[in-house]
């Protein structure tokens, strides 16, 4: 529990931070957008590979959730271009950034070559953690964010429902699957993680070294006429 609290004050802290300083707070948005929109294939991935154990309540639950991860992606994508940026897809830490939510990424926390071979509330589990992990981010975005950014603001909290929302499914889902324990026993296992960097994480986010660029100058037409 209480590394549970030290874990969500730090969250807060990073976010809180970013969100106050222009330079920082547009590379935020940039990473967000590519952590969405690989967030909405990952899961669609996940879809297919586990097609033939989905029920049709969850597969509709599962659509819907990948719909406003795509819609998401272009809420942040648009944050970007209200800071006069765009985000440079070439750059190393835009493609951590996408593959930090990536099929990879969870292949290699399930310690599995096979999507199809990780039990299906696994899967859903690490999907809730990180759907957690967004709330906590979008909260400390939303408290930090300058007033005048009204429309990032307002993206941001519709952002904020639907991952509320997604919290709530998946945990009723694991709950209907009777995998509640599950979740607990990986959530912990990822706090743990988490805790064991600590002291990493801290000293980066202290140190007032260079931090990550993932933009570059000049808004991306594309976004301006994309409806949400
Ligand atoms: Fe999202
Ligand atoms: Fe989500």
Known sequence: MVKRLLIAGLTGYFYGRAAADARQRVN????????????????ERIRQAKAAEIPAWLDELMQRH???EERHAVIFRRAVAAEKMSIDAESPAAVQASASVGEGSIKRFHKSEDLAAIALTDLLA???????GGVRAFRSLIRTIPVQLSKTRAGLESV??????????????LRTLGASRNAERMRRRIENQVFDDFGKIVEHLLSRKERPVLVKAGVDTEVAGEAL
Request: a negative charge; glycine letters at 8%; charged letters at 30%.
């Open 126 to 132: 690490g999907i809730l953690i990180a759907e957690e």
């Open 66 to 68: 990948i719909r406003d």
């Open 28 to 43: 935020v948005f940039a990473s967000l957008a590519l952590q969405e929109a690989e967030g909405g294939r990952t899961l």
């Open 160 to 173: 904020l429902a639907d991952e509320e929302r997604h919290v709530r499914y998946l945990t009723d889902t």
